[in-house]
Structures are given as structure tokens and as C-alpha cells.
């Protein structure tokens, strides 16, 4: 079965710090698709960024990247210069064998300290 | 910028009655989807749509629930006779193509409170 293991139920970090969420995931199928979504207060999910497995390049959005490790099933988010309004849940999650059907971790609480 | 809409944003219901819960997507778009989120727990994928049919379904969404597109905007989740566990927040999600090639937005959500 597909699953999304977010091991950090919680982080913070000093404003304008560099914070690093992990997210492991465990699939048998070769070509799949990974994604962080933002999940803020007001409960509306954003993407934050998205990773094609076949590419090796590790996906960025400005102040957003991941490292993308695909043979240890790792797909961890990077946020530099930590902005206050960075403070939300982050899921990590992926369709893997379905087009349709995206799979999310736990999530984690990011809190940023002014 | 488009946006995916829901109604109500929170819903109170007595168990055992049926409850719709209603989602405007983004116009041009063709695949929708219905999500709910227990608190504290995993968000979890119910079921998608496309073409006026059931694409996937979870194990969650038995006969207890349907989905319907009764126009050209609306998409609504139906739950005929709510029970406690149904207790949730409840996201509705759309996109241009298969999910895999194409970002899922989303809805602000509807809570659902069954007493």
C-alpha cells in the first residue's frame, strides 16, 4: 500500500532562518508525482510545490525547494528566509498508483518565532 | 484568480439526518474531488469525478455517500444519514486534467458537525 510518513509533528524557527521539513513515502510504482501543500489558519490548502519522479532535478519556487531522493523515497521541503506568514501545517503527499487519489502524511506545524 | 467555492462553511446536523454539502469549482475545469479531513488526523481522499461518473472511490465512501453535478457548476457531496464519525472538515478539490499532471485546488472547506 501507499504511504506518506511525515515524522515531525511539529518545527519552528527564527524568522529569516532556513527550516527543513522531512517526508518519506513508500510506493512500488516507478513514475509518481509528490507534493507539499500549505495549510494556513484560514484551512484552505495551497500547493506549495510539486516533484515529477522521473526528473532528477530537484523541483524550487522562490523561497521553496525540495531534495528529492528517489531510491531512499524521501522527498524533503526546504524553506529559506522563514517569513511569518510561512506559519501553517504542511502536508506532504502523492499520487503514486492513481491518477486520482492523493495520498497525504500527517502533516507538520510550522511555527516561525519573530 | 479563479477559486474553488464551498457552502455552507460550517454545517451542524443531528445524526441520523442527510446533509448536502455544496462546491462551486473552478469553471474550466473537468476532474473534481471530494476530501474530508477528521481533526487532528490525515486528510483522506473520498472520491473523484469526471465526465458525470464516479472516477475512484476510497473505502470510505460507501453507500452512505454520493456525489452529483445537477448543473454546469455545482458539485455536491450527499451524506443520507450522518453519523457521529462523520464529523469533519470536508474539501472539495478540482483540476484542469488527471490529477497527476495537474494541480488540485481547493476549497475553503465546510465543517461538518453531526451532534
Known amino acids: 500500500a501507499q504511504t506518506v510518513t511525515q515524522s515531525q509533528p511539529e518545527m519552528s524557527v527564527q524568522e529569516a532562518e532556513t527550516v527543513t521539513l522531512s517526508c518519506t513515502y513508500d510506493t512500488s510504482e516507478s513514475d509518481y508525482y509528490l507534493f507539499w501543500y500549505k495549510q494556513p489558519p484560514s484551512r484552505q490548502m495551497i500547493l506549495v510545490i510539486r516533484?515529477?519522479?522521473?526528473k532528477q532535478q530537484n523541483a524550487t519556487e522562490n523561497r521553496f525547494s525540495v531534495n528529492f531522493q528517489k531510491a531512499a523515497k524521501s522527498f524533503s521541503l526546504k524553506i529559506s528566509d522563514s517569513q511569518l506568514g510561512d506559519a501553517a501545517m504542511y502536508f506532504c503527499?502523492?499520487?503514486?498508483?492513481?491518477?486520482?487519489?492523493?495520498?497525504w502524511g500527517a502533516g507538520t506545524k510550522l511555527i516561525i518565532k519573530p | 484568480e479563479p477559486e474553488v467555492t464551498q457552502t455552507p462553511s460550517h454545517q451542524v446536523t443531528q445524526m441520523g439526518q442527510e446533509v448536502i454539502l455544496r462546491c462551486v469549482p473552478i469553471?474550466?475545469?473537468?476532474?473534481f474531488y471530494w476530501y474530508r479531513q477528521i481533526l487532528g488526523q490525515k486528510v483522506e481522499f473520498l472520491v473523484s469525478f469526471y465526465n458525470n461518473e464516479i472516477s475512484e472511490k476510497s473505502e470510505i465512501f460507501d453507500d452512505q455517500f454520493s456525489v452529483e453535478r445537477p448543473d454546469g457548476s455545482n458539485f455536491t457531496l450527499k451524506i443520507r444519514s450522518t453519523k457521529l464519525e462523520d464529523s469533519a472538515m470536508y474539501f472539495c478539490?478540482?483540476?484542469?486534467?488527471?490529477?497527476?499532471?495537474?494541480?488540485?485546488?481547493f476549497g475553503p472547506g465546510t465543517r461538518l458537525t453531526v451532534l
Open positions: 478539490a478540482s483540476s484542469r486534467g488527471t490529477a497527476s499532471y495537474n494541480e488540485q485546488f
Open positions: 503527499g502523492g499520487f503514486m498508483d492513481s491518477n486520482y487519489q492523493l495520498i
Open positions: 516533484q515529477e519522479a522521473y
Open positions: 469553471s474550466n475545469h473537468l476532474y
